[in-house]
């Protein structure tokens, strides 16, 4: 089969200290200190060997993320801007669907010709924080698409427990082809629906909800403050298309935060009371933490969702003073997130179809990875086998 093969050379900074477990694996903790000159390409790849507990899917959509977008950039000395967990080379892509073609002797929830997205980190089940409940801080875990085979390929392997049935969704569409579009969204959604409702611990219906960013995990966190009953819902995106497309999918006001100060706008919309709940979406906290700091109502909250290996200037009076909390929030799995969100999708509560703004063919992955660097399209899919 063919795959889009990521591969880097492996090269740590003179300044970042490669642990024994980082040696002994081959992962990176902090991809961006360690892999160097990446490239990608789209090649032959051996097809997906299928465990008994494992089940074949042939990749219907896969969407790119902006960690997609982070290993095609690099820094000035040829670094990738993903701080993350990877090990290379390997297949990327981890947001997908696809249909069921084969099951592993031992899986009993799945058949051959289901529907189904499927979580993208792969959590044991055995360490301590997985036995607490806290399968996306798991010590023994390996990423689809960032450390094992992902799905910007015509075939992957994937263990079936990470897999969520998404038949649903092309039931209400009505359409197989659109399950499948909408159905690969549903892992940066529960990104966001993890970050709202599990980490900050959601907001009660009326309360005023900002988002900086109107990226795709931005754009999906608008559509489920929406379905959540936000009283206001007040966007920051510097782009002219994902401004468009956050008016489409919830936001009451959208602006380009160039052309204003973000907490003096968020002040008059709340009559100087501040936000309830507010998302950093855009990854550059430095910029974002002190605006939100600004604006932020007693008891608010402030999720971090944006990825950006850098400290950040806080003004703890703030939070004090203002009984705020900061909470970060990482992946996607647990808690009911994934079924939670396919549920919304499948009853129209959340529409996630306009995020969708461009699709392109396997042999043109690296060209559409290349223009997601636009920062300009909501959520851009590959099709794999179309």
């Known amino acids: 089969m063919k795959g889009l093969v990521l591969d880097a050379k492996w090269e740590p900074k003179a300044d970042y200290a490669v642990s024994d477990w980082e040696k002994q694996t081959g992962k990176a903790i902090t991809g961006s200190s360690v892999w160097r000159y990446p490239k990608m390409e789209v090649k032959e790849w051996p097809d997906p060997k299928l465990g008994p507990t494992d089940v074949l899917v042939e990749v219907k959509a896969c969407g790119v993320c902006g960690s997609d977008i982070h290993f095609y950039e690099t820094d000035e000395d040829d670094y990738i801007l993903y701080p993350g967990l990877t090990k290379f080379p390997t297949i990327t892509g981890h947001e997908f669907s696809g249909k069921v073609v084969e099951i592993g002797k031992d899986v009993t929830t799945l058949k051959a010709g289901d529907l189904v997205t499927a979580e993208e980190m792969v959590w044991c089940g055995f360490c301590t924080p997985c036995r607490n409940g806290f399968p996306n801080h798991c010590v023994n875990l390996e990423e689809i698409g960032f450390t094992i085979p992902g799905a910007f390929a015509n075939y992957m392997a994937v263990p079936a427990k990470l897999c969520w049935k998404i038949d649903s969704i092309a039931e209400h569409f009505g359409s197989e082809e659109l399950g499948y579009e ?22 009660r219906p009326g309360h005023f909800f900002a988002v900086f960013g109107a990226g795709p995990i931005g754009l999906a966190a608008i559509g489920l403050a929406y379905a959540a009953g936000a009283g206001k819902i007040v966007a920051f995106e510097i782009s002219d298309q994902r401004r468009d497309l956050a008016k489409k999918i919830g936001a009451d006001f959208v602006y380009d935060p160039r052309d204003v100060i973000p907490h003096e706008v968020l002040m008059e919309h709340s009559k100087g009371e501040g936000f309830d709940f507010m998302c950093e979406a855009a990854g550059v906290p430095g910029i974002v933490i002190p605006e939100m700091e600004k604006a932020l109502a007693i008891n608010g909250k402030i999720v971090i969702i944006g990825r950006a290996a850098q400290l950040v200037p806080m003004y703890l009076e ?21 079924p939670n969100v396919i549920r919304m999708v499948a009853s129209g509560k959340l529409d996630l179809k306009p995020i969708i703004t461009a699709w392109y063919s396997l042999e043109q992955t690296v060209e559409a990875i290349a223009k997601s660097g636009d920062r300009a399209d909501g959520k851009i899919l590959v099709k794999p086998n179309q």
Do not use: D
């Open 318 to 338: 703030t939070l004090q003073v203002r009984r705020g909390q900061v909470f970060g929030s990482q992946g996607h799995s647990g808690h009911g997130n994934f």
């Open 182 to 203: 909408v159905g690969a969204l549903s892992e940066p959604t529960s990104v966001s629906y993890n970050a709202l409702f599990e980490r900050g611990g959601g907001f």
